[in-house]
């Protein structure tokens, strides 16, 4: 059924046209010539062509529940790739990711999955490629391993679009219930839905942090400023996902030495005296081994190991560097919050 108003407008329509059709007579009634008569029904007939043409186009859709048929204003045709929404962070690279879609391959009868994904090279890896083992999954079966990935050779602090592709498939897979792993069992992994919403997985996680640890007046003194608590292990893990259950603490500072700094003493102060205590006692020695005797003032990181498990509460860093004059043992507590 359509709407009272289009009945009427259909009416006067066929009344325009049924007056064009009789043009010529009618006009010659009223004392036209036959030539000019001719010339004015041509162009009406083409003004009828052209409002039939539009009558036409407004009447599609305009039925009652026929709305849903058009395209409404921002919705995406069933062949375009959805906007990305999800977001995972894996082996230095910020991964926005849009719904996976199933294709069938041209001119076979098997299907391949496409993943729209943009990569953010977050790391220092000049230019990086994301060459992880990339998984796809159905009900927990294992369908298609180490996807195609159409980016590459990003640079740090830029970004690039493009997909994922997983092949391979003999019937149209199901996505409702498929998952797609970024990373193997041994290590750190994230696994996101192939359809549908997700929480944003592996992000990095702030760590407040302030204040400075000293070892007495005039001799060595770090002085932290940030931190971030994250599962890919950075420039010393050339910024690979960390093995599983454990996540990598990364905090900034700077460290300044005195002139009463070691006065002979053999050691140089470095990073190893930095050393962690976490809430249930644990003792965590860093990472990295930095050397501060030729290098104070400037800006350093220093690295630990953690166990993600119940990883959250009271942390102390203590400055332990003794040399010849220390006097004390300087420390600085945070904070460290929970992992998503």
Known sequence: MRYPRQNESRTRLYGICELIVNCPRSLSSV?????????MCS????????????????????????????????????????????????????????????EQDKGASTYHVTVPVTLT???SLNPASLSNEITF???????????????RDIAPGTSMSGSLIFTGFITSPDLTHAVIIFGTESEQNAVVPAIGEARIALMPVPVTISGTADTG?????????????????????????????KLCLVLRYKVTIGTRYTNGATEYWSSKHLVLHAPNGKVIIAENLDYMGD??????????ILDDKDIAGEYQVINTYVGCCGTKQGKVTFTLPAFN
Not at 221 to 240: C, H, K, M, P, W
Not at 295 to 304: A, C, F, I, L
């Open 217 to 245: 007046e005039d001799t060595t003194a770090a002085a932290f400023e940030s931190g971030v608590l994250r599962a890919d292990g950075t420039d010393i893990y050339d910024n690979q996902e960390m093995p599983k259950s």
């Open 43 to 102: 162009l009406a007939r083409l003004f009828m062509v052209s409002l039939l043409m539009l009558w036409f186009a407004g009447s599609i859709g305009c039925g009652p529940g026929d709305e849903a048929k058009m395209d409404k204003p921002g919705s995406a045709r069933q062949n375009d790739k959805p906007a990305v929404t999800r977001m995972i962070h894996f082996a230095a690279f910020t991964i926005a990711l849009g719904d996976a879609i199933v």
């Open 295 to 304: 290098s104070p003032g400037k800006n350093h990181e220093v690295y630990y």
């Open 31 to 39: 004392g036209v010539t036959t030539i000019g008569a001719a010339v």
């Open 137 to 151: 999954l159905i009900g927990g079966i294992k369908q298609s391993i180490v996807a195609t990935v159409s980016v």
């Open 121 to 123: 090279n977050d790391g």
